[in-house]
């Protein structure tokens, strides 16, 4: 069951609070699951048992995401500001240095986390911040047409659609290539935790400048992307290791923006292979 913590983090202005909600499944070295914009921890709940089989595993809901506190007023949605609360709340946790994987805005957070030697490897899947400036505009330009979709959609109707493959495929297709594998269930709350999301615009407005074209050396990095990737195109693949030599770049046939339901084995064997030399 996800549990909720409140913990106290730095900022420019001293010391804040804020609270969030995570699951924890597993035992042995820690790894920290980041989800992407919109989404929430329940995204990666096709690997987390896999990957619980072999780490202790805390899948979290970003701030202003799924059912974890917003930010402080006051407080960015930025990398300077999200990426201590992180830090923040694996200190609450009482760990310490832990594996990272992220997709899509958590995949970038988690690059983040590596630059800052915050973690002991990282794994990204379709990170963002390598795209051209026309790539993110159609990428945000695709992310509020979603919101909107969200916003505009009775409950009933969201229900009814998400009984169907069609409806299914319509309300997802955007981030998932085999939107027919998710269960009624799980679309239906997705699109209300997209729907619900208190830091959607703001995170959206934080990353508008965002380019990631650092390396991080002496830190084991995995960057993954989906061959049917329709949000951020795979090209940006070649400049995320362009930016990070030393990084290993994996091919995912077949598999969407978020690839974890797509082919969860595949996934949690990118991961769990990312997380063995840290």
Known sequence: MPARITFEFETPRGRRTTSLVYERRGTGAPLLLLHGIGHHWQAWEPVLDVL??????????????????????????????????????CAALGIERPHVAGN????????????????RSVTALSPAGFWTESERRYAYGTLRALRGAALSMPLPLIDRLSRTPAGRTALTSTIYARPGRRSPEAVVAETLALREATGFHQTLDAGRTVLFRDDIPSLPVTVAWGT????????????????????RLVRLPGCGHVPMNDDPALVARVILDGSAAG
Request: with cysteine.
């Open 228 to 247: 049917r990737d329709r949000l951020l195109l795979r090209r940006q693949g070649i400049r995320a290791k362009r930016a990070i030599p030393g990084a």
């Open 104 to 119: 899509s805005l958590g995949g970038l957070l988690a690059l983040q986390l590596g630059r800052e030697k915050a973690v």
């Open 52 to 89: 619980a089989t072999e780490r202790d595993v805390i899948a979290v809901d970003l701030p202003g995401f799924g059912a974890s506190d917003g930010l402080p007023q006051g407080c960015a949605y930025d990398l300077t500001t999200v990426t201590p609360v992180l830090a923040a709340f």
